[in-house]
């Protein structure tokens, strides 16, 4: 909970020097002549110290309204900012409460309140023992706000509509919270006597609602993206390529003949790869992790192509490999790899390197297979490029920018006839971006 601490105008210099210049003028006039002070002197003193004085009352009167604007502008972004991290949250009753409180400490409102649609969230100050949070709105003004999204204010007792005879609350400032232009709740201040309705304090709460529906906003915009990866990953995992799937059983079925144990061995090892690709992974998992699946699925494409057609080669940076990662990033780049890099005169040749840098992380991928035209370079990064896995590439792009941010993703380079290189940068890795990925094991170990 938020300390009560209301904020007071402060004393200026110029209130100083107007109270000194009117104090010393009345002793001035009222002792002189005890001194012998002509009389002439003494008007005359007199004169310029009420002139001082007036000058004094003249410059507040001229400066005062940026004054307000300056405390006002400072009131708003200090509630905002302390309200942050609450409403990157939602609106709901617990971040609601907070912010309200936030509110009440920092300006002269008697009480704040916040409203959904169609609850009363958080309520903070005077009348919190009736005001009851949880409970529909019940004041008309509110809904009309809601209704037409604008401001309401109320300056009677009656137009809040408690039922309380003995609240004190008896007026208010109804702003609409909106989010995309469309309103979400309201923001309410109140007042124990409409004399406090005066444009400065209307100013301040319109401000402020604008800025906690930026922030509303942001948070639904953090909220839409999350979702938005979560789907492309549901979708990754939903879209296994169909000629894979079919040539590894078609592959398990021919060995069923000619080498039952190897058939019974990768239809385990199947199980366990699809297990794996059905799991709801939207939290990061260890390199390792992500490493042991890529390697899963490269015994049924070596099983499909022949052992010695495909070799990869492991280059992992000791400690990397616990470093986390979004689930399904380096599977289906090998796949990709495999599936656009195999020729049927040459083997071909794989090779992931994990290195690190100053402040991000790099995943590579190579081949020596057949390679990207320059006219499908450019388009590699694009939904539904290319065969099988279409989305491949750009799902792992956008969830690596999604939990990483600007700096992250996807960089990829190609020579027809050369092969592939598809580099992974993670930026700017958190502090809780290590995981337990256990011992490294021998670096450049051959699969």
Request: hydrophobic residues 40%; charged residues 25%; proline residues 5%.
């Given at each position: ?355 690190t840098g100053v402040d991000c992380i790099e995943i590579v991928v190579s081949d020596d297979g057949r390679g990207i035209t320059a006219e499908d370079l450019p388009r590699v990064l694009e939904p539904g ?63």
């Amino acid at each position: 909970m938020a300390p009560s601490r209301k904020r007071t105008s402060g004393v200026r210099p110029g209130d100083i020097v107007a109270v000194t210049a009117a104090l010393a003028a009345g002793i001035f006039a009222a002792f002189g002549p005890f001194f012998g002070v002509p009389e002439w002197a003494i008007a005359l003193t007199a004169l310029l110290l009420a002139g001082i004085a007036v000058g004094s009352l003249v410059d507040r009167m001229r400066t005062r309204p940026d004054h307000l604007r300056a405390m006002q502008s400072h009131q708003i972004l200090e509630i905002a900012n302390e309200s942050l991290s609450y409403l990157r949250k939602g609106l709901n009753s617990t971040t609601a409460e907070a912010v309200c409180r936030i509110a009440l400490a920092e300006t002269e409102a008697a009480a704040v309140a916040i409203t959904d649609r169609d609850t009363v969230l958080g309520f903070a100050g005077l009348g919190e023992d009736h005001h009851a949070v949880g409970g529909p709105i019940i004041t008309r003004a509110t809904w009309e706000a809601l209704e037409a999204n604008e401001r309401r204010i109320l300056v009677s007792r009656e137009e809040i509509g408690c039922p309380r005879g003995d609240c004190s609350l008896e007026a208010a400032i109804v702003v609409p919270l909106q989010v995309r232009d469309q309103p979400v709740g309201t923001l309410k201040f109140y007042y124990t006597t409409s004399k406090l309705l005066n444009e400065t304090q209307i100013t301040l709460v319109e401000g402020l609602a604008k800025l906690l529906s930026t922030q509303l906003e942001l948070s639904e915009l953090e909220r839409q993206t999350e979702l938005a990866c979560r789907m492309e990953l549901k979708a990754l995992q939903s879209q296994i390529n169909p000629h894979f799937l079919f040539n590894t059983i078609n592959t398990i079925a021919a060995l069923i003949r000619t080498d039952p144990p190897r058939a019974r061995e990768l239809l385990r090892e199947f199980a366990a790869f699809y297990r794996r690709t059905l799991e709801n992974s939207d939290e990061l998992i260890t390199l390792k992790r992500e490493l042991e699946y890529t390697r899963r699925y490269l015994v049924f494409e070596r099983a499909r192509f022949g052992e010695d057609r495909i070799t990869v080669v492991e280059d992992i940076e000791r400690g990397m490999t616990g470093v986390l990662v979004p689930a399904f990033i380096l599977q289906p780049l090998v796949e990709n790899a495999v599936q656009h890099g195999v020729r049927p005169d040459a083997p071909l040749h794989i090779r992931i390197e994990g290195r690190t840098g100053v402040d991000c992380i790099e995943i590579v991928v190579s081949d020596d297979g057949r390679g990207i035209t320059a006219e499908d370079l450019p388009r590699v990064l694009e939904p539904g490029f290319g065969r099988g896995l279409g989305i491949a590439l750009k799902n792992v792009d956008d969830r690596l920018k999604g939990h990483f941010g600007p700096g992250s993703g996807l960089a990829v380079e190609s020579e027809p006839g050369q092969g592939t290189t598809v580099t992974i940068t993670i930026a700017a890795l958190p502090a809780n971006s290590v995981g337990d990925g256990g011992s490294d094991g021998p670096q450049g170990a051959g699969l």
